[in-house]
């Protein structure tokens, strides 16, 4: 007897993007991590050049452009994100890079939820855990704009 799962094929043949995607947020974490430490270590803040944040900063730009037809709060988040990075801003290049983390994140499942046909979509076997992990970075992208007490 077998403890094969029916999976539906049109899940099956989103596989490869759903590999890439869960991926994604493996780099991050890596690149969050790492910048972390630095600041740990030394107590200051990274250099604009540091090769984790700029890896975060281009795969917040580059996820972002593959996101279409965000919903509201989503979009303004991602404004608020654009306005943060750009170069007047006071944000300090850690925060910077934490906000493009949690974004990136954020919108790497919310492009997985986007690509599951809509019947599925209500199957919590199918989407709870995935729904859950967009909603908690949803919260952690909208946090740090919550607490600058700021509108996005």
């Not at 270590?41 to 795969?59: F, G």
């Not at 300090?92 to 994140?105: F, H, K, L, M, P």
């Not at 992208?141 to 919550?146: E, K, R």
Request: aromatic share 8%; glycine share 0%.
């Amino acid at each position: 007897m077998h403890n094969d799962k029916f999976i539906d094929p049109r899940l099956q043949e989103k596989e490869a993007l759903f590999q890439q995607l869960h991926m994604a947020s493996f780099d991050v974490i890596m690149h969050i991590n790492a910048i972390q430490e630095i600041v740990k270590v030394t107590s200051q803040d990274i250099l604009p050049t540091n090769e984790h944040y700029v890896d975060l900063v281009r795969s917040f730009k580059i996820t972002l452009a593959m996101c279409t037809q965000l919903e509201p709060e989503i979009n303004s988040l991602a404004q608020a994100t654009q306005k943060i990075m750009s170069e007047d801003s006071k944000v300090a290049y850690a925060s910077q890079a934490q906000i493009c983390a949690a974004a990136v994140n954020c919108l790497n499942h919310w492009r997985i939820l986007k690509q599951i046909p809509e019947d599925l979509l209500k199957v919590d076997e199918v989407t709870a855990t995935l729904k859950q992990r967009f909603t908690q970075h949803l919260a952690m992208w909208d946090g740090y704009f919550a607490s600058q007490q700021s509108t996005h």
